[in-house]
């Protein structure tokens, strides 16, 4: 049983990463014009989620710098 525990938790682990702020701003930046906007946001929970406090000036895009902002925020990493 205790096998089976340790398999799945291997087999679950790229998904558990997925779901963290494993994602550079490049992959975010789906067509590569340099902003995420809210729609290549939404393929990324934290992303999404982050949007509206990181998008500091208010025009619907991530620059890097916001996106960075967002990698730096996420709560598992505050804890
Ligand atoms: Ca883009
Ligand atoms: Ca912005």
Known sequence: ???VMIIAGFL???WVAAAGRSVSFHEADANKDGAVT???AASFAFV???FDDADANHN???ELHEFLYI???EPAQRE
């Open 60 to 62: 619907g895009l991530l």
């Open 12 to 14: 679950l682990a790229p």
């Open 38 to 40: 809210r729609k290549e």
């Open 48 to 50: 999404a989620r982050g």
């Open 71 to 73: 990698q730096s925020s």
């Open 1 to 3: 049983m205790k096998k």
